[in-house]
């Protein structure tokens, strides 16, 4: 059962036993969960080295039963772990310490859209691909694209401020949530904005929420923005010879294609990897440091064709950065069937390391302008830690997000690479400091990098957070011990 031991099971299904009579008027018994299985399964995400210890598994399928559910967990002195689609990569749905699991898989009826608002009101646990959907069946755009995106859930993806591979053109969610509603960690229900674009009456609150890991509210409604629908686009894949020239190359892509949505890097490991275990061809005759995926739209938003965004103009464009050296050899999607084989290269790094590789998974950003430096230092600075460990990355370059991959080597025992891997966070995060950079760009804090946050965060700042949190949350219930040191709180 996922590397938990059979006492722990015990001790698991013992715990439950105790703790779910005290929320049996609260929801109806299918709706309570004390199985060990379903304890194992909803008490982590996909960070499965650590051991989830929940004390019981609960469904509610509205505001009310949250607000309940809060109340008397303050009462009976029970943390609570919100759970969404559990697609997080730092521990931050991981219930550690007997909390209550909060799971909002079952609160997704609710998607109503408005064409005159432009709006999507949503219930925490509708999908973001069912959501995508809606929007696009009414012809109108919610621009969230990640690889996740069929099991991820709205209120999770709110809670981490979740970007994906289009940021560099539509930005994180946190730009389309127009109002939220949440439960706060005194059981109070509060509506923050509702479907408003102008209300300028005070602290903006709901921003507060977006990104803060359900450690100060737990988000039980969702009103989004929408927008129109970006029109054709072509897929095109380059090839660099030197990392210096990746920042060029975004610089002159933003100038010769005014419509660029896509800028994806990843190295000639990442691409052996993915080649290798899927026994595909490369899109190369040679081989490269690195890659940059583009996607470049063929019009603009209100229909107009713009000279520079016809196939021919863009043929032209990538000829030019040919011609100025910054790019090496280029690929041009021709059809369908082809573009989503470019973008396979890049979708399938993830899920076939985690897979087919011992892997310790790290993501980070740091200025755009500091991150061919910081892909040219990484292989010293590991070095300088451990020779065998090797190293792939990847990730959206165009918003100065990368994922680091430490990747154990056939001569390495597991012992040896888990202590590697410790010891290269360290020297990894501090050359992330030197750059002004961050420890965690999109996956969040959770428990895995919260003991690393001093290499970002000032004293000052957690020291406003934990007040901020005292004040939402003054029993400390919500999501304790993520995001805010507990000798803060």
Same mark, same amino acid.
């Given at each position: ?78 943390? +609570?772990?919100? !759970?969404? /689609?559990?697609? @997080? *990569?730092?521990?931050? #749905?991981?219930? %550690? ?75 994180n969610i946190r730009r389309w949530v127009l109002g ?28 507060? +929420?977006?990104? !803060?890991? /359900?450690?100060? @509210? *737990?988000?039980?409604? #969702?009103?989004? %923005? ?70 470049i739209e063929t019009n603009t938003s209100s229909g ?167 004040t939402f949350d003054p029993h400390g219930i919500l ?11």
């Open positions: 059962m996922s590397g938990v031991s059979s006492q722990k099971i015990q001790e698991l299904s013992s715990l439950s036993q105790k703790v779910a009579p005290l929320f049996s008027h609260i929801l109806p018994l299918d709706r309570i969960r004390t199985g060990a299985d379903d304890l194992i399964k909803y008490g982590r995400d996909w960070r499965t080295e650590l051991t989830p210890n929940p004390s019981l598994i609960l469904f509610p399928v509205s505001i009310i039963e949250v607000q309940e559910i809060v109340r008397k967990c303050i009462t009976e002195n029970l943390g +609570i772990v919100p !759970s969404g /689609g559990r697609t @997080g *990569l730092s521990g931050g #749905a991981t219930a %550690t310490k007997g909390e209550v699991v909060l799971s909002f898989e079952k609160f997704n009826k609710k998607a109503i859209l408005s064409k005159i608002d432009r709006t999507l009101t949503l219930d925490p646990g509708v999908t973001t691909e069912r959501a995508i959907n809606v929007a696009k069946e009414a012809g109108l755009h919610l621009p969230l694209d990640f690889a996740a995106k069929g099991s991820a859930q709205i209120g999770g993806n709110i809670a981490t401020n979740v970007g994906g591979i289009k940021v560099i053109k539509w930005g939220l509603t949440i439960v706060t960690g005194t059981g109070e229900i509060v509506r923050l904005n509702g479907a408003l674009y102008k209300n300028q009456t005070g602290y903006d609150l709901r921003n507060l +929420i977006i990104g !803060s890991e /359900g450690t100060l @509210g *737990l988000i039980v409604e #969702a009103i989004l %923005t929408l927008t129109t629908p970006p029109g054709p686009e072509e897929r095109v894949l380059c090839a660099i010879a030197d990392y210096q020239d990746i920042p060029r190359l975004l610089e002159r892509c933003r100038d010769i294609f005014p419509s660029l949505s896509l800028f994806e890097f990843f190295d000639s490991f990442c691409l052996d990897v993915v080649t290798e275990s899927h026994g595909i061809s490369s899109p190369f005759p040679e081989k490269y440091p690195g890659y940059v995926l583009l996607d107009v064709t713009c000279t520079s965004t016809t196939l021919s103009g863009i043929e032209e464009g990538l000829s030019q950065l040919l011609e100025e050296g910054i790019i090496c050899d280029v690929v041009i999607a021709q059809g369908s069937k082809q573009k989503q084989e470019l973008l396979n290269y890049r979708e399938r790094i993830s899920e076939t390391l985690s897979s087919g590789y011992s892997i310790h998974k790290n993501d980070i950003s740091v200025p755009l302008s500091t991150l061919s430096e910081f892909i040219q230092k990484l292989p010293r600075v590991l070095s300088q830690v451990d020779s065998r460990l090797e190293v792939g990355i990847f990730g959206h370059f165009g918003d100065g997000n990368l994922h680091v991959n430490y990747v154990k080597s056939s001569s390495m025992k597991d012992v040896d690479f888990v202590e590697s891997c410790k010891s290269a966070d360290e020297a990894v995060y501090s050359l992330i400091q030197s750059l002004g950079g961050s420890i965690s760009a999109e996956h969040g804090v959770g428990l895995l990098k919260l003991p690393y946050l001093s290499y970002t965060q000032s004293k000052i700042e957690s020291a406003l957070m934990a007040d901020i949190k005292r999501n304790p011990g993520k995001m805010i040191p507990s000798s803060l709180f």
